[in-house]
C-alpha cells in the first residue's frame, strides 16, 4: 500500500524534515526511509555538515572582531539608554498646579494684556500728575472737603489701581484743606519728617507751621506780610 | 542586583527593574553571537555593528513588554533579523529586486550537487580554522542573493522556525520552505566548487579526493 506517509521524498521535504518542520506522522516515515535508502541518508548527512561548517565559519568571522569594538558599541548603547530615560523623565513630569491653570486662561491672556496695558498707561498718567507737589493739595483738599468731583481720567482705572490719590488723601487726615498757594516755588520734597515743630522763631518774628505729613512748610510773617519759606 | 552569571530570566527581569550591569551583562553574553547573525546577514563589518547596537537600543526600549512568552534571545534574534532585513531594503541594493528563488541550480538540474569536497572536510569548526576553507565559506555566503542568505543564517545560524522566518520576511511558509531549499543547494554548489579548486596544502580535513580534483 502506498499511502502518503511511505511515498518518495521530493528534495525540499528533506530538507523541512532536517529543519523539524513536518508532522509528526510524515517525520516518521522519512525517518525510515532514510535508514533504509544510503543516498537520501547521504544528502541529509550533508545538511548537517552544511550547518556546522556556516555556524563555524560566522563565529569564526565574530570572533575575529576586537573585544574594544563591542565596547565601543556599548558605550553608544550607555548613552542612547541615557538620553532615552531623561527625555522620559521629562515626559512623565506633570505640568504644576500654575501651568495648568495657566494653560486654561490661554484664550484670555491677550485681552487681558490689552487691559493691564491701558491700565498702566493711567497709572503712569495719574502718578505724572500726582507727583508735581503743587498740585497735591489740591487734588486732596477736593476730594476730602468738598463734594465736587475730581474730572475722572478718559478709561477710569479700577480702584485698586489709583494708589496715588488714596496716599495724597490719607496724607492729610484731618481733612483740612491747604490754602493755595499760588505764587509758592516747587521744593524738594523730603524723605521723612519725624520732628514735631508747632512754633518758629525767625530772627524775632513769629511764624506758622504747615504739615502735609511728607511736607512741612514754614510760613514766616514779616512787617509786610511777604513770605518766605523754608522746607525742613 | 542580579549576578553576571544569572541565565537570561533573571537578567531580564533584572534589567526591567532598572539594572544596568543585568543589561550590559545580557549585551556582554549575545555580542558575538548577533554580531555573527548581522554580519552573516549584511557582510560588513560596520554595518553588523550598526545594527548590533541598534538591536540592543531596541530591546532596552522595549524589555517592559517583554513578557517572556518566548525566550529572550528567540526575542533577541527576530529583532536583529527584522533590522537585518530592513537594513538591506534601505541599501536598495539591487540584488535581489528580480529575485528569483531558483537561480543558479536549476538552471542545469534538479539534482543535489557534487557534494563530496564538502563532505571532505570533517569537522566544521576545526575546518573553518583553515584560512582557505573559511574564505571559501565567507565567499560562497557573500555571493549568494540577500533573500538566500537571510533564510540561510535565520536558519542555520539563528535557529528561527519557519513561521518566524516566514513572518520576518513576510511571505508563507510555503515560500520559506521553498527558497531555503533553493539557498541551501546554491550554498552547497558555490562552496562545492571552490573546495574543489582548494590548493593541497590545506589543512582541517582536505580529503585525498580534494588534492586530486585539484591537481587534475
Redo the contacts between chains.
Keep these: 500500500m502506498n499511502t502518503e506517509a511511505t511515498a518518495g521524498v521530493n528534495p525540499e521535504e528533506l530538507h523541512a524534515f532536517f529543519d523539524d518542520e513536518l508532522p509528526a506522522d510524515r517525520a516518521d516515515a522519512i525517518e525510515r526511509m532514510l535508514a533504509e535508502d544510503s543516498d537520501l541518508g547521504a544528502e541529509h548527512e550533508q545538511l548537517g555538515l552544511m550547518r556546522g561548517t556556516l555556524r563555524a565559519s560566522l563565529e569564526a568571522e565574530a570572533e575575529a572582531v576586537p573585544q574594544a569594538r563591542f565596547e565601543q558599541v556599548w558605550d553608544e548603547i550607555d548613552r542612547a539608554i541615557e538620553r532615552d530615560a531623561r527625555l522620559q523623565a521629562e515626559a512623565d513630569r506633570s505640568p504644576s498646579v500654575w501651568a495648568r491653570v495657566w494653560a486654561a486662561f490661554k484664550p484670555l491672556r491677550l485681552p487681558a494684556l490689552a487691559a493691564a496695558g491701558a491700565a498702566a498707561v493711567t497709572l503712569a498718567v495719574i502718578s505724572t500728575d500726582s507727583e508735581d507737589p503743587n498740585k497735591t493739595p489740591a487734588v486732596a483738599s477736593v476730594d476730602e472737603t468738598s463734594d465736587a468731583k475730581p474730572a475722572a481720567p478718559a478709561p477710569a482705572p479700577s480702584e485698586a489701581e489709583t494708589p496715588e490719590p488714596t496716599r495724597l488723601a490719607d496724607a492729610n487726615p484731618g481733612g483740612q484743606a491747604t490754602p493755595p498757594e499760588p505764587e509758592i516755588a516747587p521744593m524738594p520734597v523730603p524723605e521723612s519728617s519725624e520732628a514735631e515743630i508747632h512754633e518758629i522763631d525767625f530772627g524775632g518774628k513769629n511764624g506758622r507751621i504747615s504739615n502735609t505729613g511728607t511736607v512741612t512748610v514754614l510760613y514766616v510773617e514779616d512787617v509786610e506780610a511777604t513770605s518766605s519759606e523754608r522746607s525742613l | 542586583m542580579a549576578s553576571p552569571d544569572a541565565d537570561d530570566q533573571q537578567l531580564v527581569k533584572a534589567a526591567q527593574a532598572g539594572d ?1 550591569r543585568a ?2 551583562a545580557l ?2 553574553r549575545y ?3 548577533v ?3 548581522a ?2 546577514f549584511l557582510r560588513n ?1 560596520e554595518d553588523a ?1 550598526d545594527v ?2 541598534e538591536a ?2 531596541k530591546v ?2 522595549y524589555l517592559p513588554n517583554f513578557e517572556g512568552q518566548s525566550s529572550f534571545y528567540t526575542w533577541l534574534y527576530r529583532i536583529v533579523a527584522n533590522l537585518c532585513i530592513d537594513h538591506l531594503r534601505r541599501s536598495g541594493r539591487k540584488k535581489d529586486v528580480e529575485f528569483d528563488d531558483r537561480l543558479r541550480h536549476d538552471a542545469e538540474q ?1 539534482a ?1 550537487p557534487d ?1 563530496s569536497p ?2 571532505a ?1 570533517g ?3 576545526a ?3 583553515n584560512k582557505e576553507i ?1 574564505s571559501a ?2 565567499e560562497s ?1 557573500g555571493r549568494l542573493s540577500d533573500k538566500h542568505r537571510a533564510v ?2 535565520m ?3 539563528q535557529g528561527l ?2 513561521a518566524e522566518m516566514a513572518k520576518a520576511m513576510n511571505c508563507s511558509k510555503g515560500t520559506i ?2 527558497r ?2 533553493h539557498a ?1 543547494r546554491n ?2 554548489k558555490l ?1 562545492s566548487e571552490r573546495l574543489e579548486y582548494m590548493p593541497p596544502s590545506a589543512e582541517g580535513g582536505s580529503a585525498d579526493s580534494m588534492t586530486q580534483e585539484a591537481a587534475s
Excluded: T, W
Design positions: 544596568r543589561f550590559q549585551y556582554q555580542e558575538r553571537k554580531y555573527a547573525v554580519h552573516g563589518q555593528l548590533l547596537q540592543f537600543i532596552h526600549r534538479d543535489a557534494l564538502i563532505s572536510l569537522d566544521p569548526s575546518a573553518v580554522k573559511l565559506v565567507q555566503l540561510i543564517v536558519r542555520e545560524l522556525s519557519y520552505m521553498s531555503l531549499f541551501r550554498m552547497q562552496l
